[in-house]
């Protein structure tokens, strides 16, 4: 089974920037889904930003130009750098991949923005 495992959430003052890390168990290059969701109480968890099919990605409209999606395949991990951060994005922040036919998540990690 493969895990992945998140890291880098934290409490920002609005403006600010955070860095997730989520490092897979198996060499990153080999999955071709492979991204950030988040999801706040009470409502559904929602795509950030995805790679597929390759090096393309699909970043959520709400995140474009603040978010940045990056893949470093040696470390078999996927980055995605916060910039200029709202009260807006705070939610649990879930690494996903799709691995095998099934749908592969992280155990999620918290990010608060304060106003």
């Known amino acids: 089974q493969v895990q992945l495992v998140e890291s880098g959430g934290g409490s920002v003052q609005a403006g600010g920037s955070l860095r997730l890390g989520c490092v897979a168990s198996?060499?990153?290059?080999?999955?071709?889904?492979i991204g950030w969701y988040r999801q706040v109480p009470g409502k559904q968890r929602e795509l950030v930003a995805k790679?597929?099919?390759?090096?393309?990605?699909i970043v959520a409209d709400s995140v474009k130009d603040r978010f940045t999606l990056f893949r470093d395949n040696t470390k078999n991990t996927l980055w995605l750098h916060m910039k200029d951060l709202e009260p807006e994005d705070t939610a649990v922040y879930y690494c996903?991949?799709?691995?095998?036919?099934?749908?592969?998540w992280g155990q999620g990690t918290q990010v608060t923005v304060s106003p």
């Open positions: 790679f597929f099919g390759g090096n393309r990605t």
């Open positions: 996903y991949a799709f691995i095998d036919a099934n749908n592969v």
């Open positions: 198996r060499n990153t290059a080999s999955i071709d889904i």
